[in-house]
């Protein structure tokens, strides 16, 4: 295994949110998580991040300063902000934790420090509004970390991928007026919350800098894959991002309770195999992952150890595509993009 440098955020105060007993977005899916990395024989070989309780400035890069208060008022309450999405009484600090924890491997990774790493953070992100929160998701950690590093300077362009089974709203209507974030999604469609069809390709200046790859249940490995080396491959090149950022979610497992997708764990490790070598290729290294969704916990924790031996440089073999033949949903998804290929 060739070492890279590489960040993992992890913080026990992250289990501090609970949204109830029977909430699948529990503190034991962190818990799996970081039971699953002790266990593993890569403990000590990546540098752990410290996270911080991010500022309301920094939050406000993305989220309204009443929806911030709002959030913060819940403090110390068990509140119920939409039919899927709940505090506890940590849950606005567990929050800023999150943030914060984002924001600092975007630093770490730009000051030299590592060249890549993986927000081991909750709650999660990318369903969160600029003025709600919903899905889970309190405030939206990818999107504010793409937003410090524009405004600080650390990046001029920056490509978000998001395989979460769910499409993630809120990241993409946060940079959809801008080509500054390209946000290229892969999800299950129709599925909560019901956006992201193929013809959401942004407005004004970021008007074909949003690619939605909207796909029916019962997709696995060689389609994701297919996908990423035949469309977002090429984009990027074309786009060529700063950074690439991840919202991680891992609910397109095979075995997840919440997705219809068939993504196995070497699916999810080859996927960021195919990532790590596109920032290579782009001349940066640059590569950090969110996790967002993921609710079979063995699934989820093994597919982040495995992405996490990527990040430190082992080298897989990816499955010959010669052979594969796309079925019509997906020759006509890369088709409607055929404009950012040529």
Known sequence: MVKLDTGIVKDIRFFNHNPGDYHPESPARLEAIYRRLEMSDIGGVYQ??????ASKEEIALIHTPDFINRIEATQGQEVMLDPDTFTSTLSYETACLAVGGGIKLIKAIFEGQINNGFALIRPPGHHAERDKAMGFCLFNNIAISAAYALK?????????????VHHGNGTQHA???????LYFSIHQYPHYPMTGKVDEVGIGKGRGVTVNVPLSSGYGDKDYLYILLNLLCPIARRYRPDIILVSAGFDPYEEDPLGGMQVSIYG???????????????????????????????????????????????????????????????????????????
């Open 48 to 53: 752990e991040i410290e996270p911080y309780y």
């Open 268 to 342: 999810f490790a080859a996927m960021s195999y195919v990532l790590r070598n596109l920032a290579r290729e782009l001349g940066h290294n640059r590569l950090a992952l969110f996790l967002e969704g993921g609710y079979h916990l063995e699934g989820m924790a093994k597919s982040v150890e495995a992405i996490i031996k990527i990040l430190l440089g082992e080298e897989i073999n990816l499955p010959n595509l010669s052979s594969y033949q796309p079925n019509s949903e997906i020759e006509n998804i890369l088709n409607y993009h055929q404009s950012w290929l040529t």
């Open 152 to 164: 600080c300077g650390l990046a001029r362009r920056i490509l978000i991928v998001d395989w979460d």
């Open 175 to 181: 940079f959809y007026d801008t080509d500054e974030v």
